[in-house]
């Protein structure tokens, strides 16, 4: 019997002090935070591989113009919403080629498709001014090439439809508009970020998904305010 009390003494002190649990137990991190992007890398000018992401942000944010802007017009062309996809053909055209086209640029250029990923991306030092502002100007003329693509092509429906853009709905003011705008723009840069987190497992797949599904549930919510 005492042997036995000793043992047990002897294993209660064995760690003289408490064990961490849980998180706290995790004295090394498993993963890596990659560095703040310089302001500046002038050495950026003259590498390939600047102006190669450059040309995908460009070719992306094209097709994606080009893409939903015919889909939102034939929509609007049609004698009625049955007759065509719909609300949720809209939907899942921007989800559908937003997902296939960050799928497709991520490993070239980060797959940011949008300025405002781009800024939000240059604000947490994850790139440098030079690449932000090549990516911006690259992203306007590639939606710039792709809307005057479509109004090449079917510019009488162009002009007739509007090209495609949204108007504020009835019984909303464009306070109202320019709100939900900040709201969607928030939430997606939002999503960029915690799918690109560090600290998450398979983010190049989840990355696409996650902003597949934004894109689909976002418009979804805007046609309460935009026709």
């Known amino acids: 019997m005492e042997g036995k009390e000793e043992d047990v003494r002897l294993g209660a002190n064995k760690f003289t002090e408490r064990q961490p649990i849980g998180t706290s137990a995790q004295t090394d991190k498993d993963y890596k935070e990659p560095p703040p992007a310089p302001l500046f890398e002038p050495g950026e000018l003259t590498s390939w591989s600047f102006y190669r992401a450059g040309i995908a942000e460009f070719i992306a944010t094209f097709l994606f113009l080009y893409i939903t802007i015919l889909t939102v017009m034939g929509v609007n062309r049609a004698p009625n919403k049955c007759a065509?996809?719909?609300?949720?053909?809209?939907?899942?055209?921007?989800?559908?080629?937003?997902?296939?086209?960050?799928?497709?640029?991520?490993?070239?250029?980060?797959?940011?498709?949008?300025?405002?990923?781009?800024?939000?991306?240059?604000?947490?030092?994850?790139?440098?001014?030079?690449?932000?502002?090549?990516?911006?100007?690259?992203?306007?003329?590639?939606?710039?090439?792709?809307?005057?693509?479509?109004?090449?092509?079917?510019?009488?429906?162009?002009?007739?439809?509007?090209?495609?853009?949204?108007?504020?709905?009835?019984?909303?003011?464009?306070?109202?508009?320019?709100?939900?705008?900040i709201v969607g723009t928030f939430v997606l840069v939002y999503t960029v970020f915690s799918a690109t987190d560090a600290k998450r497992n398979a983010r190049d797949s989840h990355v696409p998904v996650s902003i597949l599904y934004y894109y689909y549930l976002c418009y979804i919510f805007l046609q309460l305010l935009i026709v």
Do not use: C
């Open 84 to 181: 065509s996809v719909g609300i949720q053909g809209i939907a899942w055209a921007f989800g559908g080629a937003i997902f296939a086209l960050v799928y497709s640029t991520a490993g070239i250029s980060g797959g940011h498709i949008n300025p405002a990923v781009t800024f939000g991306l240059f604000l947490a030092r994850k790139l440098s001014l030079t690449r932000a502002v090549f990516y911006i100007v690259m992203q306007t003329l590639g939606a710039i090439a792709g809307a005057g693509v479509v109004k090449g092509f079917e510019k009488k429906q162009y002009e007739l439809l509007g090209g495609g853009a949204n108007v504020v709905n009835h019984g909303y003011t464009k306070g109202d508009g320019l709100g939900a705008e």
